[in-house]
Each structure stands twice: as C-alpha cells, then as structure tokens.
C-alpha cells in the first residue's frame, strides 16, 4: 500500500512528469537523427561521401566537446542568477540546426575538414546542453 501511495504522489508531481517527457522526448529524437547522422555523412549520392576514419573522428570529437562542454555550461548556468536565459540560448540555437547543417556544416567538412568538425561539434553540443539545462530547472522542485 506504501509503495502504491508513492508511485502516485510521484505520477501526480508535474516536475516529475515534466522532466520525464524532456528525457523520453530527447533521447528519442538523438537516437533517430544521430543513427541517420552517419547514413548522412557517409552516402555518397545524397549525404556527403565521407570515409569511415572521417566519420569516426567526427563522432568522436562531437562526443569529446560536448563532455568538455556539460561542466563550462553546467558552471555558467550556476553563475547565473536566471538560469533560463542560457537554456533559451541553446534552444535556439537548436532550432538554427538544419539550416546549420546544409548551408555552414556540408560546405566546411568539404572545404576544411578540421574547422567543420570544430564548428559542428560546439553546435551539435547544444541540443545536449538544452536538454540537460531544461532538466536543471526542475531540480529545486
């Protein structure tokens, strides 16, 4: 009776719920682009025509700047007395990432591989960050 009186006080806490759609919905969305990410960037008639090795240094360097990333974003939204102006900037930025990706991504991986990676992997960290910042709003609650 106990742990049947918990699970409601649990599904009846909006934070809860709120949090727990941010999470389903997040990883749900990165597990279906991230997987045709590589599809993407490997196709040669209709995504970019890259090598495996190339492929390989892109997820590697996206995964390397993110985890560098979550503890400077994790700093700076501690600082903040408003947290919720630098979760609207990632979020924004979120928004911008399809145009990113066709008209600044595609040109700079073919153009200069290195800056692409760079450039790509500080935008692609965003969508992490907004995720995680939207979840710290409801860590108080």
Same mark, same amino acid.
């Given at each position: 009776?106990k742990s ?11 934070? $809860?719920?709120?949090? =727990? ?10 597990g279906v ?7 993407? &960037?490997?196709?040669?008639?209709? @995504?970019? !025509? &890259?090598?495996?090795?190339?492929? !390989?240094? +892109? %997820? @590697? ?11 400077? $974003?994790?700093?700076?939204?501690d600082k903040?007395?408003?947290?919720? %102006? ?10 911008? +990432? ?6 600044? $991504? ?9 800056? !692409? ?8 960290? =965003? @969508? ?6 939207? &979840? ?6």
């Amino acid at each position: 009776m106990k742990s049947k009186k918990i699970l409601n006080q649990t599904l009846n806490n909006e934070s $809860y719920l709120q949090s =727990a759609a941010t999470l389903m919905l997040f990883f749900a969305s990165m597990g279906v682009w991230w997987s045709f990410f590589q599809v993407w &960037l490997t196709s040669t008639k209709n @995504g970019l !025509g &890259l090598s495996g090795a190339e492929v !390989g240094t +892109i %997820y @590697g360097t996206n995964s390397m700047v993110t985890l560098i990333l979550m503890f400077i $974003y994790g700093a700076i939204q501690d600082k903040l007395v408003t947290k919720r %102006y630098l979760l609207i900037f990632c979020a924004v930025i979120d928004t911008l +990432i399809g145009p990113f990706f066709v008209w600044i $991504y595609s040109p700079l991986l073919h153009h200069n591989f290195i800056l !692409g990676i760079i450039t790509g992997s500080f935008v692609l960290s =965003a @969508g992490f960050l907004s995720a995680s910042g939207f &979840l710290r709003q409801f860590q108080k609650n």
